[in-house]
């Protein structure tokens, strides 16, 4: 696990890098470079025009977007704007370096994320040339794809979550929902909002969206299998107690770490389901372990357990200070304190289920790329994505602790999707097998004949 690897710096030479700064520059000078070659290339067509809402998203994520993701970002762009337009010089000192921001931080899940996508468009590039499409026509869509699916995995992670969400003022709001590089990006999401900016782009083009989407099914599994290696460098996604050596991981303190100690197991704890007034029976105690040391027996009660952050529960931990935070159950014995550097410093095994997440996708990935030119009609191929994805996620979900029941049942809300999602393709299948057999994309080595060969 390694959340961030490092942090962009917030200024150079005394000029800041993202809102109007450095990297606006860049970009700016990069789209006149780009728009000169275009029409250098094809004039003032529709394919030079239609890189111009590309230009220009990226131009506003630079102003807007990115100043709010900094760490310690204190009004982002508008702050900018102030001072740049400012007369007053005791305007500009009033903001201390002390209280600039850290730097913008490159997380693990957002690089691996990054070569997801660089990774799934170099194939889906690859396999357009082969088949006589214009590499372009990926490249574009690949954009209009990224957006669709950030905002869509953002949105189903923030609709599940809205009240981690809820800040006291809109602008907190929207801050806390934009921090989507650090995490909180469900597949399910990711899937739905692509698909949408699919079908808009396929009918912008006059192109076949079944015929389109089987060229860049095997590229969505390469793309997934990057973004839970992603999820494992974030710390989410976690699978249950694994009692095989070979097989767990553990992890420092994160939210697997905390949903651990919630439960009060790097205590030494068994707990009971709450009961009604939300205190939990112990079920049993663990013979020398912190709460073994208090005094804690089995059948007592537990009312609450306050732990410290996750950033303070890192630093009492790397300190070993008997000054650290401490970690305090409410029983019905009175309240006991533990500090927080005698905790684990690691949780306990667990199953790496964004591994196993990960090995899923890429074999997915690897068995949609061979099946290609064997598809005998438009669609096969993406059928198939949508048949096997969700029989396996609804399995592996049931490893997965990090969810509960969704919508009074048992099944998470991922569960659901994957039942929801297998009915489609059900849907899909009979559409397909009703439709003479016909594929858009012949010109593969073989494909021809594979084709010809299913028809006989």
């Known amino acids: 696990m390694r959340q961030t690897f490092f942090y962009i710096p917030h200024e150079i030479a005394g000029v800041s890098v ?24 094809h004039g003032w067509s529709a394919e030079t025009r239609s890189v ?7 131009a506003v994520a630079i102003c807007f977007i990115l100043p709010i993701l900094e760490v310690g970002s204190q009004g982002g762009p508008l ?11 005791s305007a500009s000192a009033a903001a201390s370096e002390s209280e600039l921001p850290r730097g913008l931080p490159i997380r693990g899940y957002g690089v691996l994320m990054l070569l997801g996508v660089v990774s799934g468009v170099g194939l889906a590039a690859q396999r357009a040339r082969r088949v006589g499409l214009n590499p372009d026509v990926i490249f574009s869509l690949a954009f209009w794809m990224f957006l669709g699916g950030i905002a869509g995995a953002r949105a189903f992670y923030v609709i599940q979550k809205w009240d981690e969400f809820r800040r006291p003022t809109l602008a907190g709001t929207i801050g806390e929902i934009l921090k989507f590089t650090e995490g909180g ?12 900016a699919v079908l808009w782009f396929c009918h912008s083009r006059r192109l076949s969206a079944l015929a389109l989407g089987d ?31 070979w097989l767990g991981i553990t992890f420092p303190p994160s ?4 949903q651990q100690l919630h439960e009060g197991e790097l205590l030494g704890l068994r707990l009971a389901r709450p009961a009604e007034d939300r205190s939990r029976e112990v079920l049993q105690v663990e013979e020398g372990s912190l709460a073994d040391r208090a005094g804690l027996r089995a ?39 533990f500090p927080a550097s005698q905790l684990p410093a690691r949780s306990r095994p667990v199953h790496p289920t964004q591994i196993y997440s ?36 609804f399995l592996l979900e049931s490893i997965r602790i990090d969810e509960a029941g969704a919508m009074g049942t048992a099944f998470s809300i991922s569960q659901l999707v994957s039942l929801g999602m297998l009915a489609v393709s059900c849907l899909l299948w009979a559409v397909l097998l009703a439709r003479p057999k016909h594929v858009s994309f012949a010109r593969y080595p073989g494909a021809s004949e594979a084709a010809a060969a299913g028809a006989s």
């Open 18 to 41: 993202f809102g109007f700064g450095w990297m606006l520059l860049a970009w700016c000078l990069f789209s006149v470079g780009l728009l000169l070659w275009m029409i250098r290339r």
């Open 52 to 58: 111009l809402p590309m230009l220009a998203v990226v």
């Open 79 to 89: 702050a900018q704007l102030r001072q740049m337009f400012s007369s007053s010089k």
């Open 185 to 196: 990006l469900v597949v399910y999401g990711s899937l739905i909002g692509a698909l949408c």
């Open 215 to 245: 060229l860049i099914a095997p590229s969505m599994a390469v793309g997934l299998a990057f973004g839970r290696i992603g999820c494992l460098m974030n710390g989410c996604c976690w699978g249950g107690a694994c009692e095989n050596p």
């Open 255 to 258: 939210p697997p770490y905390l």
């Open 299 to 337: 059948g007592d009660r537990v009312t609450s357990l306050r732990y410290p952050s996750i950033d303070a529960l890192r630093e009492a931990l790397s300190q070993s200070s008997q000054s650290a935070p401490h970690v305090v159950l409410d029983t019905s014995r009175g309240p006991i304190s």
């Open 358 to 393: 990960s090995v899923n996708a890429a074999l997915l990935a690897f068995m949609l790329w061979v099946y290609f030119p064997f598809r005998r009609r438009d669609g096969e191929v993406f059928a198939w994505m949508l048949t096997i994805y969700p029989v396996t996620r």
